[in-house]
């Protein structure tokens, strides 16, 4: 092992502009094996390195994602590239998926995934998402980029209903594009998601340019007195109902003036409401222009997992909605 003075002189500057006193055994980040290519840390401390013998290849890593990721993205990349691909070229397509388990997906798409052959297929978990991940590698750029195209399509026709979209963009993100590129604004109504959508269209990069405001009405008094749902909508349908959904939506895009208002309204679980089983959820989307409709949903028993598909639900529908995509068993305000 030898000593990687940069590495070293980074560790200590950081302890000296923290006011942190530097363990001794912190030294032993800034080591790498002799005859390696050291690969720095862009967000952290610990070097990485890359050491190539006459017969393998060897790559270490930090371990926290936040810091193996963009070590990997912007210095690791191009070292194998150079050292073990001999300058062939890469390329790569990333189709993401929503509203079906990694278990279907791999079902179905059983015969393409594959580690051994030219193109490789495989699936990632992201979040709620599924990425299918195409990379294909050859001596030219647009060979490598037919590869892909070929096998995309047998993907594509078993996974279609599936489909948000392509890249490394997720669906809130995907929402915000379209969103941006329509010069449109979006709020939103929630009941059993607390403001879980909202905060998520908050967060966004540039949300201000597509959200101002929206409203949390959890309990049916604040629904009414603040919303401005009617007592009656409430005593005749209650508040895990179509109805509910489409007057939720309603006053809450007047209410913050926007394009489109999204309402989520249902029971969470783990108890029923209103004689609905647990993971039973209406989302609403009105808008200027089109009729109020809603949605509904059977998730299942997991308070917190429904939460979150209920929300990314709302933001396919959303997406659906902007690219004129078809949803099926809507229910349009009469």
Excluded at 202 to 231: C, H, P, R
Excluded at 250 to 271: C, H, M, Q, W
Aim: net charge negative.
């Amino acid at each position: 092992m030898v000593l990687d003075e940069d590495t070293q002189n980074r560790i200590i500057t950081f302890h000296k502009n923290s006011d942190l006193v530097m363990p001794e055994n912190n030294q032993l980040q800034a080591l790498t094996l002799l005859d390696s290519i050291p690969l720095e840390n862009v967000t952290g401390l610990a070097l990485g390195m890359f050491y190539q013998s006459d017969t393998h290849a060897y790559l270490l890593l930090p371990g926290p994602t936040d810091e193996l990721i963009p070590m990997f993205n912007e210095n690791t990349k191009p070292v194998i590239t150079k050292h073990l691909l001999k300058n062939k070229k890469i390329a790569k397509k990333i189709i993401r998926l929503f509203g079906l388990t990694l278990a279907q997906a791999n079902h179905d798409l059983a015969d393409l995934l594959t580690t051994e052959t030219n193109p490789v297929v495989q699936l990632y978990p992201a979040g709620l998402e599924i990425e299918v991940q195409i990379t294909a590698m050859h001596k030219s750029e647009e060979k490598a980029q037919e590869a892909i195209a070929k096998i995309e399509k047998e993907i594509v026709k078993r996974t279609q209903p599936f489909i948000i979209g392509e890249g490394d963009q997720n669906l809130p993100n995907i929402v915000r594009e379209l969103l941006i590129s329509k010069d449109l604004k979006i709020t939103g109504a929630e009941s059993l998601t607390g403001g879980a959508f909202l905060s998520e269209v908050s967060s966004l990069f540039e949300a201000g340019s597509i959200f101002e405001g929206g409203i949390v009405t959890y309990s049916e008094t604040i629904k009414n007195e603040l919303l401005g749902v009617t007592k009656e909508t409430i005593r005749k349908h209650g508040v895990v109902s179509a109805e509910c959904a489409f007057e939720m939506a309603e006053k809450a895009r007047a209410k913050f003036n926007a394009d489109i208002g999204v309402s989520l309204t249902g029971a969470a679980g783990p108890s029923s409401l209103e004689g609905e089983i647990p993971g039973t959820v209406w989302v609403g989307i009105a808008t200027k222009e089109n009729e109020t409709f809603a949605k509904k949903f059977h998730f299942g028993y997991k308070r917190n997992l429904n939460r979150e598909y209920s929300v990314w639900s709302a933001f396919n529908m959303v997406r659906q909605l902007l690219v004129g995509e078809a949803i099926p068993d809507t229910v349009k305000k009469k």
